[in-house]
């Protein structure tokens, strides 16, 4: 790709750098993934082009996000993250330059448990939400400041159940479970914890020398509790983790019933 030649001396590469190979990969279901290699360097390059539900801003806007995310997560010096390196245009998309980890399958759990507690735990605003909507997945997520952890959900659960379109009785439990959510909450002394957003086994790994890695987040300040739900949602992670992590944060009560739902948001 022309366009990321033009911009590699601006991440760093030397002035005459040229790419000699680019090697297509897995990167999820959203976007396309390469493998870029110059004389001296590897980069992970996702791109997106325009589609059905994507126009050009809105993938430049999803990865511009995305690299402010793993910023975020980098900047607590709690678990790894891919660095991200730049955001720039195609012709009809955009793409994203990120540093090059060869990845490994996870295998200490444990060690995961104990540095997303930290993350969790890390000191951060007095509020809930984050600087900006960003996207999990393809989908924006809404992401305006609340003074309340409540607040910021039944914002999002709303989001979400009018894109799904409910009609009838469905559409009227959608909004009772909205209007009644602060009753699932009660005698909880929630403190915004800074999260993934969309941890799933797909999106943790491991480095060469075995260090959990994380990437493809939806950030925000919200209540640690909604991380392990979707973590649990979809699997993957053993006791080992869940013991590490509540060495840290001890499981609340009633977090089986708040988990679902958590799980409502991400269906």
């Given amino acids: 790709m022309a366009e990321i ?20 990969v897995s990167g999820g279901c959203i976007s396309t993934a390469h493998i870029v290699e110059t004389s001296d360097q590897k980069y992970f390059v996702k791109s997106h082009t325009v589609d059905s539900f994507m126009t050009k801003q809105m993938c430049k806007s999803m990865f511009e996000q995305e690299l402010h995310g793993l910023n975020a997560l980098r900047h607590t010096h709690t ?14 998309g955009a793409f994203l330059i990120l540093e090059y980890i060869p990845l490994a399958r996870l295998r200490d759990h444990r060690k ?19 600087d900006s909507n960003n996207y999990i997945g393809s989908t ?27 009609t009838g009785h469905l559409k009227n439990m959608a909004d009772e479970l909205v209007r009644r959510l602060a009753q699932f909450f009660k005698g909880l002394d929630i403190r915004p914890s800074l999260v993934h957003g969309d941890l799933w086994a797909g999106n943790c790994a491991a480095d060469s020398s075995g260090e959990p890695v994380v990437f493809d987040p939806a950030v925000y300040w ?9 973590m649990r949602m979809f699997g993957g992670f053993t006791l080992d983790f869940y013991s590490a992590y509540h060495e840290h944060i001890p499981r609340a009560p009633g977090f089986e019933l708040r988990a679902q739902i958590y799980e409502l948001y991400h269906t």
Wanted: zero cysteines; aromatic letters at 8%.
């Fill in 5 to 24: 030649t033009k911009v590699l001396p601006q991440i760093g590469a030397a002035p005459d750098s040229r790419i000699t190979r680019m090697t297509p």
């Fill in 79 to 92: 678990i790894r993250v891919p660095q991200p390196l730049h955001v720039g245009d195609l012709s009809s």
């Fill in 112 to 130: 995961l448990g104990h540095q997303l507690a930290n993350l969790h735990l890390h000191k951060g605003p007095s509020q809930f939400g984050f």
């Fill in 140 to 166: 924006m997520q809404p992401n305006g400041w609340h003074d309340t952890w409540v607040h910021l959900l039944q914002e999002r659960l709303r989001y979400q159940f009018d894109r799904a379109q409910f």
């Fill in 222 to 230: 919200g209540h640690h509790e909604a991380e392990l739900s979707i």
